[in-house]
């Protein structure tokens, strides 16, 4: 198994850019997440998905798109960047979601720098 | 605001003594903490839980012990070893919410 991967590993945009963050899993996981991680910030849960066509709203979703349409994928757009999105991104996934977190498995990151 | 906090950005222990990396909460609704462990280019993987039913979880090196009446709860590692040295997040988790703290930078010396 290849668990969570992300592309690509580093990008750079400029602001107004659009572009899409890759993230699948082969572990046939039912939840997935998006965080972003910035300085003395922890990670921020942006958009989650319990399912093949079901996707909701985290702590920080405003310039962000998410969308499932398998139960593999789950691919975060940026609609138009702005300098405050520069921060790594994380991808995870877990089997369920019942109330009771069930082990996450993170994706390595995307660095993403906006100027 | 920052639910979920972690004071010590970083701590520094030898090598065979004991690492204590502390977590506190604000939220009452968290039922449920994680620790997760993170090296440099590489994602958080999940180190141990607790339940809020629980007041102390044991996994080898590696002990959670969680105090309610705080809101506080503290990762244990006895002892310490060098490939230790990681960022250590806490998260809690309830009513469909997960928080996580800004992480405190362990490094063990050897």
């Known amino acids: 198994n290849a668990g969570v991967t992300q592309t690509p590993k580093f990008q750079v945009l400029k602001t107004g850019q659009s572009m899409t963050l890759q993230c699948a899993q082969d572990?046939?996981?039912?939840?997935m997440s998006w965080y972003r991680q910035d300085p003395g910030m922890g990670l921020r849960l942006i958009h989650y998905s319990v399912g093949a066509g079901i996707t909701d709203q985290g702590e920080v979703p405003n310039g962000y798109n998410v969308s499932r349409s398998t139960t593999e994928d789950f691919p975060l757009r940026l609609l138009s960047a702005a300098p405050s999105q520069t921060s790594v991104y994380f991808c995870a996934s877990s089997y369920s979601w019942t109330g009771v977190p069930d082990t996450q498995y993170f994706g390595p990151g995307t660095r993403l720098t906006v100027l | 605001d920052q639910q979920v906090k972690q004071n010590s950005p970083s701590l520094s222990v030898q090598e065979g003594r004991i690492s204590i990396l502390n977590c506190d909460y604000t939220?009452?609704?968290?039922?449920?903490f994680l620790w997760y462990k993170k090296y440099p280019a590489e994602g958080p993987t999940f180190l141990i839980s607790i339940s809020s039913i629980k007041d102390k979880n044991e996994d080898g090196r590696f002990t959670v012990f969680l105090n309610k009446s705080a809101k506080h709860l503290s990762l244990h590692i006895v002892p310490s070893q060098p490939g230790d040295s990681a960022v250590y997040f806490c998260a809690a988790s309830g009513n469909n919410d997960m928080r996580f703290g800004a992480g405190t930078r362990l490094t063990v010396k050897p």
């Open positions: 572990m046939n996981h039912e939840y």
């Open positions: 939220n009452s609704m968290f039922d449920y």
